[in-house]
């Protein structure tokens, strides 16, 4: 079964830390893992998107990292701002030429506190 | 601006009340999808279209019906509306990137069935 699970669920760090998002996914064929923020309400945004071949993107204070071996990407998050605040979605890809084949994890609420 | 559009971004109606909601794409995109979103369970895929015409089951397309009769407008139709239907909804459209499909999310509906 083609699954995309996120961890933490939840998250509350202080303003100015760092901290690290982790998606593990079974999804098959694989061809491609982006990270959505979502805030609350409104329509996710992309972050990043990683295809097979790339094992690190960046984003300004966001960095996604992909093991395609082990089916592991995790999302680092820099300097934390007030803004940050949001849910996360980790979503996999099975087929290029299909957009509409993507599975889509539950998402870690992260909370920042000033 | 480039952007998707839905409407209406809040309905509350009732059981059995024929509704649409409107989803329209100003990019020139042939993908198209509609979600909902669900407290635990992320977003589920409800239909998706590849071209004008041409539209296909997603996860959970139960209860719901879609037409692509122009490349820009993706409706979602619920014929009999029920309770569990209650969800916020979003729409997507979708263009080919480097090796991957750049996926853009509406604002979202919120719809409640009482």
């Known amino acids: 079964k083609n699954q995309v699970e996120q961890s933490p669920q939840s998250l509350i760090i202080l303003e100015g830390k760092n901290c690290t998002l982790q998606c593990n996914y079974t999804v098959s064929p694989f061809s491609n893992l982006r990270w959505y923020k979502q805030d609350t309400g409104r329509g996710p945004v992309s972050l990043t998107i990683m295809t097979f071949s790339e094992n690190t993107k960046s984003n300004g204070r966001y960095t996604a990292t992909l093991d395609a071996d082990t089916k592991q990407s995790s999302l680092h998050i820099t300097a934390s701002q007030l803004s940050d605040s949001a849910s996360y979605i980790c979503?996999?890809?099975?087929?290029?030429?299909?957009?509409?084949?993507?599975?889509f994890g539950d998402g870690t609420t992260l909370t920042v506190k000033p | 601006e480039a952007q998707v559009t839905q409407n209406p971004r809040y309905l509350i109606t009732v059981t059995g009340k024929k509704l649409t909601v409107t989803c329209s794409q100003n990019m020139n995109h042939e993908y198209m999808s509609w979600y909902r979103q669900d407290p635990g369970l992320g977003l589920r895929q409800i239909y998706y279209?590849?071209?004008?015409?041409?539209?296909d089951k997603g996860d959970v397309p139960e209860g719901y019906k879609v037409s692509r009769k122009e490349k820009r407008n993706f409706p979602l139709i619920l014929e009999s509306p029920s309770p569990n239907q209650t969800s916020l909804y979003f729409c997507?459209?979708?263009?080919?990137?480097?090796?991957?499909?750049?996926?853009?999310f509406g604002p979202g509906t919120r719809l409640t069935v009482t």
């Open positions: 979503v996999v890809s099975r087929y290029y030429t299909n957009a509409g084949k993507s599975t």
């Open positions: 997507a459209s979708s263009a080919p990137g480097q090796g991957y499909y750049e996926q853009y």
């Open positions: 279209s590849m071209n004008v015409e041409v539209t």
